[in-house]
């Protein structure tokens, strides 16, 4: 899997800031505006490689047309459309042309309901991706940077956390809290960080070992400014490769999570929805209209975070041998 | 290149920091000797179990409300008998007590009873456990072979159309919920769609009236769908994992001596690079198992299978605390277990990792 070589910079990392005494800059132009020109630079270099990655691109289109779906979701299809009272059609139609994708047991159009669920699945997935990730780069940062008894105590957690099976200890939180969506995203937040902090504390201490951090440390530079002004920039690049990651993984334990009875009752998601079917005897009857659509939606946008994450990463890291 | 990639023990920086997001590959020491390494592992084993059974006991205590009014199910219940529960299962002693209590007990395989079943949770536990071990242990055999077959297929043809489908097959099938395909498996070849009949059975472990030979027959009839779709979801892990391995190795100078001295490509990898390129894959195969825990849940709640994780779905649905609390014990025991194994055997296969 992920190897960084820390001794091998990232294709995308700037070079260490120069001192206005040393680069004698042109008029007008401060480091601030030579920090911008280079960020937007190295952004375009990075746009340029992604590029090339097919499948990268590919995933990206995918999750361009899933959020384009999901934000206009209240003007498509409206939030009437999870209402049980006033359903349109009968229970357990099958695909029709007024509903392309049949109804649920209360008449529901499934059409609806799976637009509708995404805007769920994706808060869902996006919001845990995130906790779990600043979660897991603070911890490998202060991890990487205090070294001594701090970080040894960290990375036990960190270790115990890796060995337990992410499900069962999400599982085990969301049976003990109360059923809602917060403790949906915290149950997968608090379980999926430990590789990004194993990652970010490898990335760090590559990171401090090198001079100008030292030259930073001799200018008088604290603790808080090492850690946010140059640690952090070097590892950005590699906190968004494991977020991209990441929610591929939340949006799938969400809905698997949904799946088991533990989401949150009142709201419409596609792990909700493939519940619902199984408790429906969707199964057994071998409608397998309505039991398709959700998965496909689920498996889509998972695969597609995977390759756009697997693009990001190869083109940080071209060692990896991501084929293109 | 094993021993570099591996990142470095807990506390210990050294400055280069070798990474990896999973890889916790084994470290052993040329002057500790293989007896002192097996020591320490097994302490750091026996202390992370017992952190897990401190995290089982404190956990499930985190729940808000009286874990009685779950047992009771919200039937009205005098006073008396709510009390009578509590003394039932201890619940009215001081929480130290409680914890001493549960300590004592699970070192002696006691976990405790289960609200719902009113049994014992170890027999509940140890009735299951032969059904799942069926189960995984037929998959994990299956996924992690074809997962290495297929694996090492792609590294070598790394960026053929070949690998590209291989690739993108195991990545797609990643990428699916387990329990979603387990249901469409069911419908179309339990239930059976259109033209097809339904060839096996939607769900369980036997058809309840065989004998003998024919009970084993009847067994892996139900044991067909549940492990497709184990496997399904499992052996690409183990396929991305090969490949990365074997391309690592494949620019090595080795290869090229193998080749300069006149062997077929076929031998050049099985002989050579494929052994190699194993070894890390062994490692991750074995801390991925974690992963398999989470889909033998699914799948066997899905296709009702009497195991681990179909006890534990039932479990989940009143919520029977003690039972949940004693296979979330198991489940993370397990996986445990499993590392520690990887751990001890892997220098026993490795020379270059002194012993």
């Known amino acids: 899997m992920t190897t960084t070589d820390p001794d091998e910079p990232m294709t995308t990392e700037a070079p260490p800031p120069v001192a206005p005494s040393e680069a004698p800059s042109p008029p007008k132009a401060g480091p601030r505006a030579l920090a911008w020109q280079r960020r937007r630079r190295s952004a375009a270099r990075f746009w340029q490689r992604y590029r090339t990655h097919r499948a990268g691109v590919f995933g990206l289109s995918a999750l361009a047309l899933f959020a384009l779906i999901a934000l206009t979701a209240p003007l498509t299809v409206g939030s009437d459309v999870q209402s049980v009272t006033n359903a349109p059609g009968r229970p357990m139609e099958s695909p029709s042309a007024e509903f392309p994708l049949g109804t649920d047991q209360f008449g529901r159009s499934l059409l609806g309901l799976v637009v509708w669920g995404s805007r769920v699945s994706l808060?869902?997935?996006?919001?845990?991706?995130?906790?779990?990730?600043?979660?897991?780069?603070?911890?490998?940062?202060?991890?990487?940077?205090?070294?001594?008894?701090?970080?040894?105590?960290?990375?036990?957690?960190?270790?115990?956390?890796?060995?337990?099976?992410?499900?069962?200890?999400?599982?085990?939180?969301?049976?003990?809290?109360?059923?809602?969506?917060?403790?949906?995203?915290?149950?997968?937040?608090?379980?999926?960080?430990?590789?990004?902090?194993?990652?970010?504390?490898?990335?760090?201490?590559?990171?401090?070992?090198?001079?100008?951090?030292?030259?930073?440390?001799?200018?008088?530079?604290?603790?808080?400014?090492?850690?946010?002004?140059?640690?952090?920039?070097?590892?950005?690049?590699?906190?968004?490769?494991?977020?991209?990651?990441?929610?591929?993984?939340?949006?799938?334990?969400?809905?698997?999570?949904?799946?088991?009875?533990?989401?949150?009752?009142?709201?419409?998601?596609?792990?909700?929805?493939?519940?619902?079917?199984?408790?429906?005897?969707?199964?057994?009857?071998?409608?397998?209209?309505?039991?398709?659509?959700?998965?496909?939606?689920?498996?889509?946008?998972?695969?597609?975070f995977t390759l756009c994450g697997r693009a990001v990463e190869s083109v940080l890291n071209p060692k990896l041998g991501v084929t293109r | 290149m094993t021993a570099e990639a591996t990142p470095p023990l807990v506390?210990?920086?050294?400055?280069?920091?070798?990474?990896?997001?999973?890889?916790?590959?084994?470290?052993?020491?040329?002057?500790?000797?293989?007896?002192?390494?097996?020591?320490?592992?097994?302490?750091?084993?026996?202390?992370?179990?017992?952190?897990?059974?401190?995290?089982?006991?404190?956990?499930?205590?985190?729940?808000?409300?009286?874990?009685?009014?779950?047992?009771?199910?919200?039937?009205?219940?005098?006073?008396?008998?709510l009390a009578a529960y509590r003394r039932e299962f201890g619940l009215d002693l001081p929480m130290w007590e409680q914890f001493t209590d549960y300590c004592g007990k699970a070192l002696t395989g006691d976990l405790g009873t289960s609200y719902q079943f009113r049994a014992p949770v170890i027999d509940k536990i140890t009735e299951a456990l032969p059904n799942t071990l069926l189960l995984t242990g037929t998959s994990f055999v299956i996924y992690t072979a074809l997962g290495i077959f297929l694996g090492t297929r792609a590294a070598w043809r790394n960026g053929r159309i070949g690998d590209r489908l291989n690739t993108g097959l195991a990545l797609t099938l990643y990428s699916i919920p387990s329990f979603w395909l387990g249901l469409l498996l069911i419908i179309v070849f339990a239930v059976g769609i259109g033209p097809i009949p339904g060839l096996f059975p939607t769900g369980g472990m036997e058809s309840g009236d065989e004998q003998g030979f024919a009970y084993v027959l009847d067994v892996a009839h139900h044991l067909v769908l549940p492990v497709v779709t184990l496997v399904a979801v499992e052996y690409g892990q183990t396929l991305l994992v090969t490949r990365s391995a074997l391309l690592d190795e494949m620019g090595s100078d080795y290869l090229t001596t193998a080749r300069a001295k006149g062997l077929r490509d076929d031998l050049v990898r099985r002989r050579h690079a494929v052994p190699n390129a194993l070894l890390p894959t062994m490692t991750l195969i074995f801390i991925n198992l974690g992963r398999t825990v989470a889909g033998v849940i699914l799948v066997e709640t899905v296709f009702s299978w009497p195991g681990l994780g179909g006890l534990f779905y039932q479990a989940l649905s009143v919520p029977d605390l003690p039972l949940v609390q004693g296979l979330f014990f198991v489940f993370a025991a397990a996986v445990i277990v499993m590392n520690t194994l990887a751990d001890l055997i892997y220098p026993l296969l490795d020379p270059r990792v002194g012993r």
């Open chain 1, 123 to 304: 808060l869902v997935g996006l919001l845990a991706a995130v906790l779990s990730v600043a979660i897991g780069a603070l911890i490998g940062i202060t991890a990487g940077h205090f070294r001594g008894w701090y970080a040894t105590v960290m990375m036990r957690i960190t270790d115990w956390f890796l060995v337990m099976p992410t499900l069962v200890l999400a599982i085990a939180l969301a049976t003990v809290m109360s059923r809602s969506l917060g403790t949906i995203i915290l149950a997968i937040g608090v379980t999926t960080w430990p590789t990004t902090a194993r990652l970010v504390r490898a990335q760090t201490l590559g990171v401090e070992s090198r001079p100008y951090i030292e030259r930073a440390r001799a200018l008088g530079g604290g603790h808080w400014h090492v850690m946010s002004r140059h640690v952090l920039p070097n590892v950005m690049p590699l906190v968004l490769a494991q977020t991209t990651l990441i929610i591929s993984s939340a949006i799938l334990a969400e809905a698997t999570l949904a799946f088991l009875g533990l989401g949150d009752p009142t709201v419409v998601s596609w792990g909700g929805l493939l519940q619902d079917a199984r408790e429906a005897g969707a199964v057994s009857a071998g409608k397998w209209w309505y039991l398709v659509p959700p998965g496909i939606a689920i498996a889509v946008v998972a695969l597609a």
């Open chain 2, 11 to 81: 506390g210990k920086t050294d400055g280069r920091a070798p990474a990896g997001p999973s890889v916790r590959g084994p470290r052993v020491r040329t002057t500790a000797g293989y007896p002192r390494y097996v020591a320490g592992k097994l302490g750091g084993a026996a202390v992370s179990l017992l952190a897990v059974l401190v995290t089982s006991f404190f956990l499930f205590r985190l729940i808000p409300g009286d874990p009685v009014k779950f047992m009771t199910g919200g039937r009205q219940v005098s006073a008396e008998q």
